[in-house]
């Protein structure tokens, strides 16, 4: 009976050893999705007349900024349709690709609203931007590079801060509005809105920029930025041509 007493269950003593090793273990995260690949995008017929004869360019930098912030939708055949006319193979394209693409195509839109400069302002005289800012109160103002506006934060939820930006100048480089990330990322939600949610074309008498809006002045103006997409889209002739080094200018 002694001898029986001090024997240790079977069943106790494998769960025993069983809590003992999982104790000695280390979950492991779950590896993370791979970042996107990212590719720069060819200069627009601005850009390189500018590296040529000075002023604002397009930094590369911000090819990055728009290919990060595109939402799966504008990469899918949701958008082939509207994307056709300058991309005529976007669907067989690759994902890095597709997303050069809208880095081309923001900086052409950059080129053709703000001349790439991104504390470019602008005061609107036309009847139809003569509607007071739901923020600021005033009338016919867009800006940076894309030419937005503060009440953009409230219908696009963009990354603009009126209250701070009052404080500062108006063509300070620190104000929200004009900072090119948000600026750029606020761009991308305004076309998303447009072209995937409210099924708009990409080319509409409605569109948000006067410079999508086909039979336009402006829009003349940005359809000869759009000379140099990449050559994956297979709508143009020739090789992209490529970013040259800025010149130094003598006086």
């Known amino acids: 009976m002694l001898a029986a007493k001090g024997r240790i269950p079977a069943v106790v003593w494998l769960a025993t050893v069983v809590l003992a090793a999982g104790c000695g273990k280390t979950e492991q995260p779950a590896p993370s999705a791979p970042a996107p690949a990212m590719k720069p995008a060819p200069p627009t017929p601005i ?15 911000w090819d990055k900024i728009v290919e990060q912030a595109l939402p799966a939708e504008m990469l899918s055949t949701q958008v082939s349709r509207d994307v056709r006319s300058f991309c005529l193979q976007f669907d067989a394209m690759g994902e890095a690709d597709k997303r050069v693409f809208w880095a081309y195509f923001f900086q052409a839109l950059a080129g053709a ?9 602008a005061r609107h005289s036309q009847a139809a931007m003569q509607v007071k800012d739901e923020v600021t109160g005033m009338q016919g103002r867009t800006e940076g590079l894309l030419q937005l506006a503060y009440e953009d934060q409230k219908r696009y939820d963009c990354d603009f801060d009126w209250d701070a930006d009052r404080r500062l100048k108006a063509d300070d480089p620190a104000r929200t509005i004009l900072q090119p990330k948000n600026n750029l990322e606020c ?4 076309l998303d809105r447009e072209i995937v949610d409210q099924h708009k074309p990409l080319l509409s008498r409605s569109e948000y920029w006067s410079t999508l809006r086909p039979g336009t002045v402006s829009y003349r103006a940005f359809a000869k930025q759009m000379a140099n997409v990449p050559s994956a889209c297979g709508t143009r002739t020739g090789p992209a041509r490529t970013r040259p080094a800025r010149r130094n200018r003598t006086r």
Request: hydrophobic share 35%; proline share 11%; no cysteine.
């Open 47 to 61: 850009d390189l007349k500018r590296a040529e004869i000075g002023g604002p360019m397009w930094d590369p930098a």
């Open 113 to 121: 609203e703000g001349g790439l400069k991104p504390t470019a302002q």
């Open 187 to 190: 761009g991308v939600k305004i």
